[in-house]
């Protein structure tokens, strides 16, 4: 079964490219933004399931704003440097879950499952 929609922001380019064909998979569509202003108008405009946000993009400030004006959207951080108290921070303003730029799997599987979640509880 695939999710509706997920808007993604990556400093890295391959990583979003590499983000993007893997979430395409369980997504319906697939939404690339180059900004953090970019990424807000997608989620207006196609409303998603989940926000997929490098931590290199975005502010700790900017991912609280996200989450306070997306309610209901899951929030899926990750960062290049496994940084426990960075993560820990990023956890305690909402975001929903925060994996290495690595874990490509971690990722998806973190973004799939919230928005599975989300849905269920919804019905």
């Known amino acids: 079964m695939q999710c509706a929609n997920v808007v993604l922001l990556q400093s890295d380019p391959r990583i979003a ?3 993007a064909a893997l979430l395409s998979n369980s997504f319906h569509q697939v939404h690339v933004a180059n900004s ?3 990424l807000r108008n997608a989620a207006v405009k196609y409303r998603p399931d989940a926000i997929v946000l490098d931590l290199e993009s975005a502010s ?3 991912v609280e704003n996200l989450k306070k004006e997306f309610d ?3 929030v899926i951080c990750n960062h290049r440097v496994a940084d426990e108290e960075m993560w820990t921070r990023t956890l305690s303003i909402g975001a929903d ?3 290495p730029s690595s874990d490509m799997r971690g990722i998806l599987s973190s973004a799939v499952r919230e928005s599975q979640i989300t849905r269920h509880i919804a019905a």
């Open 72 to 74: 209901g959207v899951r």
């Open 60 to 62: 700790l400030a900017e």
């Open 17 to 19: 490219q590499t983000l």
């Open 97 to 99: 879950d925060c994996c």
């Open 36 to 38: 953090v202003d970019e």
